[in-house]
């Protein structure tokens, strides 16, 4: 176990690596300037170097001064290729330090970061706590009334919530109170500490939908897992014993059934981190998925790089936990 956990752990690094040096070399080789962007398109010479200076953006002044055959260059490590090969290294160890660097926009990311992440954080433990709940409690009911109506509801609940995108039905949730009782919530966060009546009134609702849809393709895997175990050879000499269903369902079929569940809960948490991001969009909440977002329309790409790679490193984390679990939730497998 030991020894798969280190390997795991060394794979580690080089995932998240790699996810930082496509993610930096990505965003800084794209065409354009984003001085221009932020500077607007007549600007003075001196002020355009003075933004590239005061941003880390020594690399793209390069680039404008080389617009043909510049990546080529680049990959024979020029002048420009050292500036962002060097550019790199600081980035990454500002990263490695907690402090990624400044917004082109102005503002410390790090600031921001610590602002917004709670915000996220609670959208993200409420929308995980719905998904898990609804998506194990009816795929179990589904599995266990098979071919009934209880069982033919939830699926086609489910095939509903897999196709209903979560812009949508979020939208709808603004919409259809407007439309139909004229009341439009007010759109901004109050914290849990500040006003636990006030938040569960705002978070509620918005992170009840994420999860309910997030939860459909939960359903049917957790009924389809269950329905297979359940079929098993043991399952059938644990109920020849007389052993109370209760007990089969929870000691042994349950439980054996929960392995692919945890292999999909990674991908969950990446769903629901993109699902935060539409959430706070229109709700108009201020965590990372807003932040994200005004970044990515805005060509914030120090913003973008820091949200990316961090996103991406807390993904490959709950990938090596979930691993992890394996041992713990069926005693047969063993790591060599």
Avoid at 216 to 232: H, P
Avoid at 259 to 287: C, K, N, Y
Wanted: charged share 15%; hydrophobic share 50%.
């Amino acid at each position: 176990m030991r020894q798969y956990a280190a390997r795991r752990i060394l794979f580690f690094i080089p995932v998240v690596l790699i996810v930082s040096i496509i993610t930096f070399f990505g965003l800084n080789l794209i065409p354009g300037d984003p001085a221009l962007t932020f500077l607007g398109g007549t600007i003075e010479l001196h002020d355009l170097e003075a933004y590239h200076k005061a941003h880390g953006l020594e690399h793209q002044a390069c680039l404008n001064k080389h617009d043909d055959g510049a990546l080529g260059k680049i990959g024979a490590l020029d002048n420009c290729g050292r500036i962002l090969v060097e550019k790199y290294f600081t980035w990454l160890g500002g990263m490695l330090h907690g402090d990624p660097g400044d917004s082109l926009l102005g503002g410390d990311i790090k600031s921001e970061l610590k602002a917004r992440f709670p915000v996220t954080l609670q959208i993200l433990i409420f929308s995980f706590t719905f998904t898990m709940f609804f998506g194990l409690l009816f795929g179990a009911l589904s599995a266990i009334f098979q071919d009934t109506p209880l069982d033919y509801a939830v699926r086609i609940f489910s095939i509903f919530g897999l196709s209903i995108p979560s812009f949508f039905s979020l939208t709808l949730l603004l919409l259809i109170p407007a439309i139909l009782w004229s009341y439009s919530p007010p759109l901004r966060y109050v914290s849990l500490w500040e006003n636990p009546g006030e938040f569960l009134q705002k978070v509620l609702p918005p992170t009840l939908i994420l999860g309910i849809e997030g939860s459909a393709g939960l359903m049917r895997l957790v009924r389809s897992a269950l329905l297979e175990v359940l079929r098993q050879d043991y399952i059938r000499t644990a109920r020849a014993k007389g052993l109370q269903e209760r007990l089969v369902f929870l000691r042994h079929a349950f439980k054996n059934a929960m392995i692919p569940v945890l292999t999909i809960a990674g991908t969950l948490i990446a769903g629901l981190l993109g699902g935060s991001v539409i959430l706070e969009q229109i709700m108009a909440f201020q965590g990372l998925g807003q932040y994200t977002f005004r970044a990515v329309t805005q060509q914030d790409y120090n913003v973008v790089m820091t949200m990316v790679t961090y996103l991406a490193t807390v993904v490959v984390t709950m990938n090596l936990v979930v691993d992890l679990l394996y041992a713990y939730v069926d005693p047969r497998i063993r790591y060599r």
